[in-house]
């Protein structure tokens, strides 16, 4: 059993390595800093790990397991422009779209009960509907990138 099968451990790998590919690029021995760290260390105690560093070709390995690639970083989905008159013209569209559905969505407080009483749409013969927003965050959007 690899540590890199401790969900905890790889997750706290792979967040740190995302954070760090956002502002350029990554490479073996940001790992091996990261695991140099405090908390990590507890981690790899807690596993009952030897050597509490690792070698470049442990990174390089692990970096292959989690599956980056190496490679010039692509671009993202933003593209400057937003404040271009078409584009502001379409937001303001869009949001007075979005304020129109959202008086008849569902919203919820903090402990998950519906704090609006809603009669939805009207839908013949006389029935309603309502709408329920359903969102994620960006870890599910980047999920498919992996």
């Keep these: 059993m690899s540590i890199l099968d401790d969900e905890d451990f790889l997750q706290a790998i792979q967040l740190h390595l995302q954070a760090i590919a956002k502002d350029g690029y990554i490479w073996s ?3 091996i800093e990261f695991v140099s760290q405090p908390e990590m260390q507890s981690k ?3 596993f009952g790990a030897k050597k509490r560093s690792i070698s470049i070709q442990t990174a390089q390995c692990w970096l292959h397991k989690m599956g980056w690639q190496y490679g010039k970083k692509r671009n993202g ?3 400057d422009g937003y404040e271009r008159d078409d584009v502001v013209e379409y937001r303001d569209a869009f949001i007075a779209w979005w304020k129109g ?3 008849r969505m ?3 407080d903090k402990d998950g009960n ?3 009483k809603l009669l ?3 839908v013949p013969p006389g029935q309603a509907f309502k709408l329920i927003l359903v969102t994620h965050d960006e870890l599910m959007f980047y999920e498919n990138d992996w």
């Design 77 to 79: 989905m933003y593209i």
């Design 120 to 122: 939805g749409f009207a």
């Design 114 to 116: 519906a704090d609006n």
């Design 29 to 31: 021995q940001d790992i």
């Design 106 to 108: 569902v919203t919820y």
């Design 44 to 46: 790899l105690e807690v």
């Design 101 to 103: 559905y959202e008086k």
